[in-house]
């Protein structure tokens, strides 16, 4: 049973941006699952392996959109945005090492960020971009 179900009010009205965010969600529920059959060391690298990825495309469509369009909060969004990175390299970092409380860490850590930045952070972008005519 997926930990999260998307659903509108996760929607910043930018259909490319949400069927990225879409993919977060489906990690997420991916490792709940994972964890909740005492698996999830077992799909953590993978999982980690899809924050980069994940990281590396969703990050430059934002920041194309920020420089598109001048959003006004682009310095402080891109810094979150590195931030992340620098938190999924100390996870890779971790996961090479065979820190065996990662599994939880990252759970947590990815939770937080749909939570403060999806939920937050990017919420505010959408009427902005919906404004500039994106959707």
């Known amino acids: 049973m997926a930990l999260i179900e998307w659903d509108n009010n996760m ?11 879409k993919k977060l969600v489906a990690m997420i529920n991916q490792l709940n699952d994972a964890m909740a059959k005492r698996k999830g060391r ?10 980069v990825s994940y990281a590396t495309t969703h990050f430059a469509t934002e920041e194309k959109y920020f420089d598109m369009f ?8 891109k810094k979150e945005h590195t931030d992340f990175v620098k938190r999924v390299g100390e996870f890779q970092d971790g996961f090479k090492k065979g820190d065996l409380a990662l599994t939880i860490e990252v ?11 999806i939920l937050g952070t990017d919420k505010k972008y959408g009427p ?8």
Not at 11 to 21: A, K, Y
Not at 42 to 51: C, E, R
Not at 128 to 135: A, D, M, Q, R, S
């Open 107 to 117: 759970m947590r850590f990815l939770k937080d960020w749909l939570t403060k930045h």
């Open 70 to 77: 001048k959003y006004p909060d682009a310095p402080s969004h």
């Open 11 to 21: 929607s910043v009205n930018v259909e490319e941006i949400d069927m990225q965010h």
């Open 42 to 51: 077992d799909v953590l690298g993978s999982i980690i392996d899809g924050l």
């Open 128 to 135: 902005y971009f919906n404004e500039k005519g994106l959707k």
